[in-house]
């Protein structure tokens, strides 16, 4: 029973606490990756096809920013739809029931409906009945936050299992013909399950975020004033690409530094590096602040698939795993960053 403090009649005042020992949580553990899914739409866009309606070049678009091309969602690949595909696959990675995942984490920035919530839906489609479920809003820095509360609730004992997801329909964000913005985005969903582990398996977080900075990575109105005059366009995703790069090629390498020193690794004992893909050039200028020795595989999932926000760091992951670039049980330098503007960044051993 918790316990209570009644408030008296006569005085109206509270007594003194009874400071009455509470019940521990379960059993703590080291955690680390025990599996890992992905769902990547359909329906492949080049950039020749998307240059029949912007004004722009394959060119243009591949030395800017190293995109080939990308997967836009059709319809039927919903959020939820995109989610569950990728977290069953990477509960069938793990060898984990869904009713054993004890919390679900949507890391996500393109879920339309303010309320409810999507985690809960994708839990009860995925069978995981025995889970809290929650979405997380962190930009493109979302899966690493995901990844850093999973970890501690496993240490903290709050569950014994956790899946993470990153997913994301940009492409219902964005103005398709606005040539500035359109190129970027790709649509995609990846998922972790975290569980528990007899060493550590995902090392300290380095995160952090500036509010400063809200308006480099933003919508053009809110919904709110949409909704309250519908006369003008709706609100669209936009940013000052040139601003986002800056602070992306040159703040965010340290945090990375940061983390290793945090986990005890150096860049040397790296199997790989996977950060956020956000841009190729940001990527290798990271590269070279980092002094990353260069037969360390670093993820480029972003050729292909755009840049996917919260689903780009499992993606690539996924990619690295299948082209035999990051082994299972190899030490991963995770980076995420963007909107916010947030960032985390975190080493873990790959599932
Ligand atoms: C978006 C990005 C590629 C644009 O590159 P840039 O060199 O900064 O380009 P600018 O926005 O300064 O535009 C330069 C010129 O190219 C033009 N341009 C913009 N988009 C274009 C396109 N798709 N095709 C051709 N020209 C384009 C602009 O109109 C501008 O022309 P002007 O000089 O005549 O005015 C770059 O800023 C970037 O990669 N930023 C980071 C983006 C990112 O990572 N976002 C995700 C964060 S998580």
New binding site residues.
């Given amino acids: 029973m918790p316990a209570q403090t009644p408030v008296t009649e006569q005085s109206g005042r509270t007594p003194a606490p009874t400071g009455r020992e509470l019940a521990a949580p379960g059993q703590a553990s080291h955690a680390r990756l025990l599996g890992l899914g992905v769902y990547r739409p359909r329906r492949v866009l080049t950039n020749q096809e998307l240059c029949t309606w912007?004004?722009?070049?394959d060119e243009?678009?591949r030395t800017?920013?190293g995109i080939t091309e990308r997967r836009w969602a059709e319809p039927d690949e919903t959020l939820a739809a995109m989610s569950v595909q990728a977290a069953a696959a990477a509960l069938a990675d793990a060898g984990i029931a869904a009713a054993d995942v004890g919390c679900v984490i949507l890391a996500t920035v393109s879920h339309l409906e303010q309320t409810p919530a999507l985690a809960p839906q994708i839990a009860h489609q995925l069978g995981a009945v025995n889970a809290a479920a929650f979405d997380l809003s962190a930009?493109?820095a979302g899966f690493c936050h995901g990844v850093a509360l999973g970890r501690d609730m496993i240490h903290g004992g709050t569950a014994r299992y956790v899946l993470v997801i990153g997913a994301e329909r940009l492409t219902d964000l964005i103005d398709k013909n606005d040539?500035?913005t359109a190129?970027?985005p790709g649509d995609g969903a990846g998922a972790v399950v975290i569980g528990p582990a007899e060493r550590p398996g995902i090392g300290p977080v380095v995160w952090g975020a500036d509010g400063s900075l809200s308006g480099v990575?933003s919508q053009t109105r809110d919904w709110k004033s949409f909704a309250d005059d519908p006369s003008g366009p709706r609100p669209f995703w936009q940013?000052s690409?040139?601003q986002?790069?800056r602070w992306?090629s040159y703040e965010m390498a340290p945090v990375a530094q940061r983390a290793l020193q945090a986990a005890g690794i150096t860049v040397d004992e790296l199997d790989a590096f996977i950060p956020?893909q956000?841009?190729m050039?940001?990527i290798d200028t990271m590269i070279r602040a980092l002094k990353l020795p260069a037969d360390v595989p670093v993820a480029r999932d972003i050729a292909e698939a755009g840049?996917t926000?919260a689903a780009s760091i499992p993606l690539a992951m996924e990619r690295m795993r299948r082209d035999g670039q990051a082994p299972r049980g190899g030490t991963a330098l995770l980076i995420g960053?963007?909107?916010g503007l947030s960032y985390a960044a975190q080493v873990v051993t790959l599932p």
Avoid: K, L
Wanted: with cysteine.
């Fill in positions: 912007i004004d722009s070049t243009w678009i800017r920013s930009g493109c040539r500035a190129f970027i990575i940013m690409g040139q986002v790069f992306a956020h956000a841009n050039r940001i840049n926000s960053f963007g909107a």
